[in-house]
């Protein structure tokens, strides 16, 4: 058998292509024997880092490289017709380090500058970035065997010796396959001839597509979802069988008739070796005063921070002893640059009024609260610095902030801008358990109905499977939820339905498509373009790197999480009405945490629109705990998921005095009280494994990780060591059991305190201008909720609730988003469908020189024509925008031609400069046209314009002239349809409404 290696292989991530995970690759190369495999995705190295890792675990030597797009001229050009004509192939392999670097420059170079259709290379770029590459001449759709198969020979030696020239002799190959194609079997002897001709090699390759032969009916699926195309669609496309990953006696058979094809993959294996350091760090320096280091700088301003939380008094012991701490940890992490470009982001951020704030164990650092990062007492809360690093931890820390969505990308331009090097973070989208099975049934032409009812009968959840659902995979932790027995009945009894569902299952988790991460970003202290492949999405500007967040983190840059939290912006937005309104700043983060007037909201379950508290569980939970103190919602924030929810009823009995609190040991009783007892929090679990057993907190951690995990192995190791430090403490072993069990209970539910805390508080700011500012916070709830119809309307009829109308847009009144009139909310003409902002603004501008808008005609004649079209005057006709003017929406519509037509000739008799009759040089305008005599609308035909352009009606309801009858439905008397689940099933239940629309299925 020969030393073949497979250089020409695709994986999943050449997206809806290659059906190949990269696991089964590295599994199958070794299982053929294999001493070194290649990866070659199209135009991308999104799976070269994981492949590497994957290969050297199993010991494959990994040669990295990339089939890569080809531009036909320069790079820039797109004036191709076609994808086809837009670029060819090429297949480049990296042979060192040099080479490596030179690879990922050309992958971002294709993505950034020369993306046409495909991300695409050109010769210019080849001839700058060629070293330590090996370059092969690729498939049929390389430009040599093109040019064959056009019968231009002369063009096919032209573009050799151009590669030959670049890379050299040594380093460029002509490929040859053999797949039983009979343009290869025509071009094959062309290119022997070729390559004997001009001196080079001849390499073996087979274009791996996907694992194996077996695997051809999937990938012919996998290529119909791809290119929207039926299973039995003659054009649809469908490759080769033979493009599998054949063992060596397969491609001896295969291309064995070419020895020296065979011996110069080995050959280029040996010329490929390729070692990558994971070991060094990339992080960013930040800029600090002349003379003084970082370390010394995070401290002068950490000191400084926490001199100023406490005033004219000295902090006592428990914070200087806590921040020294926590400064040598970091300084010996290397991250006082981390944290110094943190508080700068958050602080240029505060400076702009763009609401920040960490999340998670980010708050739980005395550094961050120091320096006004968090403004979050973490000893106050008792959270844990642990919780976030320790100097036992080998993960990076990572501080992940939320940011107001508005003034988010203003904060990653003004990183961008000063740490020059910044990047997104891809993300790529995999194919889902019930969106493989509708993919599927769509590609085989099932009816929709049916291919529906199959995916319906896969669980939902991010952990969810096929082979979960079908009992083919034992369950672990709360994975049972997860098996269907219905699938797996249909799945035994229908062979159709097992065919649609095996085939979903071998595409299930192959990368789909590739998109953005919603908060990360990577910050580099030189050009990332040096160290990770880029990318772009088409027609956006923004850079991303080609590498998700872990893999990123994993080659030594720094990540950031810079997350859009609507709260936020709602919070900042409230707080903008309210200084416009009264002329005083409320600043959420100083407010008092003990006004028990928001309380009394929260305890009567009157939390719609609040942050985390608006579900009607959540209500329920809220109804029962009754809560009095911020620790009180910080505790249902934390236990109100999966699990710990069989918690809440014992805290809520409990501290209504229902139940005795029970103790549990002397040593941590104190550290429960704060929650009746019950560990709520890992922090808790945390002390609690310390105080009790002496388990370091580290490792305490570790344990609760592993709890969570189910991961027998760790939990078991870790018991004789917690038994020995409970003897030390005085607790007999058979005491010690028992603890140690009840906390393996405890644990699996602990929630993260910090990450509770600090959204608990959010949600007593949110609840705090819903209580006091209750138009100004409905006004900016209801902005920010505008692109949600159902949330629009839900909110509004809340407002009602809390006895805040909103009003109908008006011309004179209205501004671009919700905004505050009197003790009312004012609906945003924005959020007019058909009305966008670039009109609102230029009639905003407008009324600001000509004060009120009399009517129609002055608007027509006022607004910059640009701006406003017919359409969109129309649609603020039809929501009500005029109707304080004179006349009505019939009128106004009948006139609207007119009234433009006039407006536009005022507007060129002004431009002309024309001269009036009566006076030296004044324009006369044109007066305003009559309102036609018609019939004005019905209330009919009021309200159908209005769900058109606003989504509901706000002038009534079409069921008010049916108010008698509405009101002798009884069943229930007051029924809320958002807690139908809930009644008994065939409870008896009467409804009044009106059809908005039909749809036939």
């Not at 199993?58 to 837009?86: F, N, Q, V």
């Not at 988003?817 to 007019?832: E, I, K, N, P, Y």
């Not at 607004?863 to 005057?873: E, G, H, I, M, Q």
């Not at 006369?924 to 159908?944: E, I």
Request: proline share 5%.
């Amino acid at each position: 058998m020969s030393d073949f290696v497979h250089l020409h292989v695709h994986s999943h991530f050449s997206l809806l292509d290659g059906g190949n995970r990269i696991q089964g690759l590295v599994k199958q190369a070794v299982e053929h024997g294999m001493k070194a495999l290649a990866l070659t995705d199209h135009g991308n190295l999104y799976g070269a880092i994981e492949f590497y890792n994957t290969a050297r675990a199993a010991g494959l030597k990994p040669i990295l490289g990339m089939e890569a797009y080809i531009s036909p001229g320069h790079r820039t050009e797109k004036t191709s017709r076609s994808i086809g004509d837009a670029a060819s192939h090429l297949l480049l392999l990296a042979m060192n380090e040099t080479g490596w670097r030179n690879l990922i420059k050309l992958s971002s170079r294709a993505f950034l500058e020369g993306f046409y259709y495909r991300p695409r290379l050109d010769r210019e770029l080849l001839s700058q970035f060629h070293e330590g590459l090996i370059c092969t001449s690729a498939c049929l759709g390389g430009e040599i065997p093109e040019a064959f198969i056009r019968g231009q020979a002369d063009e096919a030696r032209r573009i050799a010796g151009e590669y030959r020239d670049i890379f050299g002799p040594e380093r460029f190959f002509v490929e040859i396959q053999n797949q039983g194609e009979a343009d290869q079997d025509r071009v094959n002897p062309m290119l022997i001839d070729l390559a004997k001709e001009m001196g080079l090699g001849i390499v073996a390759t087979n274009d791996v597509h996907f694992l194996r032969r077996s695997d051809k009916p999937a990938h012919n699926v996998l290529t119909c979802i791809s290119t929207g195309k039926r299973i039995d669609d003659p054009n649809a496309l469908h490759y080769s069988e033979e493009l599998f990953l054949k063992s060596p006696a397969e491609m001896d058979r295969a291309l064995g008739m070419w020895p020296e094809a065979i011996a110069n993959t080995a050959r280029i294996a040996e010329m490929c070796d390729l070692k990558l350091d994971f070991s060094k760090k990339h992080l960013p320096g930040f800029r600090t005063p002349a003379g003084i280091t970082p370390e010394q700088h995070l401290r002068q301003l950490a000191w400084e921070g926490l001199a100023r939380r406490f005033g004219e008094v000295e902090p006592p012991p428990e914070y200087r002893k806590r921040l020294e701490w926590e400064l040598k940890v970091i300084e010996d992490k290397g991250y006082s640059s981390y944290f110094l470009i943190v508080n700068d982001f958050v602080q240029f951020a505060r400076r702009n009024e763009i609401p920040a704030a960490p999340r998670g164990s980010g708050v739980a650092t005395l550094l961050g609260y120091s320096l006004g990062i968090a403004n979050v007492d973490p000893v106050r809360y008792g959270l844990l610095f642990e919780r976030f690093t320790d100097p036992q931890r080998k993960e990076d820390p990572d501080v992940d902030i939320d940011i107001c969505q508005v003034g988010r990308e203003k904060v990653i331009q003004y990183v961008r801008e000063k740490y020059g090097h910044v990047a997104q973070i891809i993300t790529y989208g995999t194919l889902k358990p019930r969106a493989a099975i509708r993919d599927v049934g769509r590609v085989l032409n099932w009816p929709l109905d049916q291919v529906d009812r199959i995916a319906k009968m896969i669980p939902e959840g991010p952990k969810a499977t096929m082979d979960l659902a079908l009992g083919l995979k034992e369950p672990k932790g709360d994975e049972g939820s997860l098996v269907s027995a219905e699938l797996k009945a249909e799945y035994e009894a229908n062979p159709e339905t097992r065919k649609l569902v095996d085939l979903a299952r071998s595409l299930e988790g192959l990368a789909r498509h590739a998109g953005v991460h919603a908060a990360g970003v990577v910050v580099c202290d030189e050009p990332l373009e040096g160290l990770i492949p880029l990318c772009r999405q088409a027609d956006k500007p923004d850079i991303i790197t080609q590498w998700d967040g872990p893999t990123c983190e994993k080659v030594g840059l720094m990540k950031m999480d810079l997350l859009g939290l609507k709260t936020l912006s709602v919070i900042q937005r409230a707080r903008e009405l309210v200084r416009r309104k009264l002329g005083k700043d409320v600043d959420p983060d100083t407010l008092p945490l003990d006004d028990d007037t928001v309380y009394a909201m929260f305890r009567a379950g009157a939390t719609d629109a609040v942050f985390q508290f608006e579900s009607e569980g959540m209500k329920g939970v809220l109804r029962d705990m009754q809560p009095n103190r911020i620790e009180d919602l910080i505790a249902a924030n934390a236990m109100y998921r999966p699990g710990p929810m069989e918690l809440i009823s014992t805290y809520c009995r409990r501290k209504a005095g229902k139940e005795p609190i029970e103790k549990v040991h002397s040593l941590v009783d104190g550290l429960l009280a704060e929650t009746m007892g019950v560990m709520v929090y890992q922090e808790q679990v945390m002390q609690v494994l310390d105080r009790l057993g002496g388990l370091p907190l580290s490792r305490a951690l570790t344990l609760i990780k592993a709890i969570s995990k189910k991961k027998k192995e760790v939990i078991n190791s870790e018991r004789p060591a917690f038994i020995a430090g409970a003897g030390k403490n005085g607790i007999d072993a058979a005491e010690a059991e028992r603890l140690f069990d009840l906390i393996l209970k405890f644990a699996g539910y602990g929630f993260n305190k910090a990450h509770s805390t600090g959204y608990a508080i959010i949600a007593y700011q949110t609840a705090w201008f819903k209580r006091h500012h209750p138009a100004e916070f409905w006004a900016a709830t209801l902005t920010f909720e505008s692109n949600d119809l159902d949330k629009l309307g839900q909110y509004m009829g809340a407002a009602k609730r809390d006895g805040v109308l909103v009003l109908p847009p008006d011309i004179n009144i209205s501004e671009t988003q919700f905004s505050v009139d009197g003790d009312l909310v004012r609906f945003g003409m924005s959020a007019v469908k058909g009305v966008g902002e670039g009109a609102v603004e230029a009639i905003l501008a407008a009324r600001k020189t000509e004060g009120r808008f009399k009517d129609l005609h002055h608007v027509c004649r006022s607004v910059d024509r640009r701006a406003l079209n017919r359409s969109t005057l129309e649609a603020l006709i039809r929501c009500g925008a005029f109707d304080r003017c004179e006349g009505h929406r019939a009128q106004f519509l009948a006139v609207l031609d007119e009234a433009m037509a006039v407006a536009a000739s005022d507007a060129k008799d002004r431009a002309a400069g024309q001269l009036s009759l009566f006076g030296a040089g004044a324009a006369v305008a044109a007066p305003p046209p009559r309102l036609p005599d018609v019939t004005p609308w019905s209330m009919d035909q009021v309200l159908a314009a209005e769900r058109e352009t606003l989504g509901f009606c706000l002038t009534g309801h079409p069921v008010d002239d049916y108010a008698v009858e509405v009101r002798s439905l009884r069943w229930p008397r007051t029924l809320d349809l958002s807690k139908l689940e809930s009644m008994s099933d065939r409870a008896p239940v009467q409804l009044c409404g009106s059809v908005a629309a039909v749809r036939e299925r």
